[in-house]
């Protein structure tokens, strides 16, 4: 079992970044049609913790639950 994280993600931004905070920001360039903002943040957040990382809840809102694997 992993660690339970609050973030918000923010599509169609200039500039994909992580925003430190509470909860996480996390910036994505992607749009939140069909799902590509999700595998974007998906991409983003595993890279910044080096780590597995899935959403658990608030698929279709912007606040979302994640789950980080540790390695």
Known sequence: MGR???????PDS???EIVQGRPLIVKVKEPAS???????????????FSSRVIIVSG??????TVEVFEK
Do not use: M, T
Request: proline share 3%; charged share 40%; glycine share 6%.
């Open 59 to 64: 698929g279709k809102r912007p606040n979302k």
């Open 4 to 10: 339970l994280l609050k973030i918000r993600v923010v």
């Open 14 to 16: 200039k500039k994909e």
């Open 34 to 48: 069909r799902g590509l903002a999700n595998k974007a943040c998906i991409k983003l957040v595993s890279k910044y």
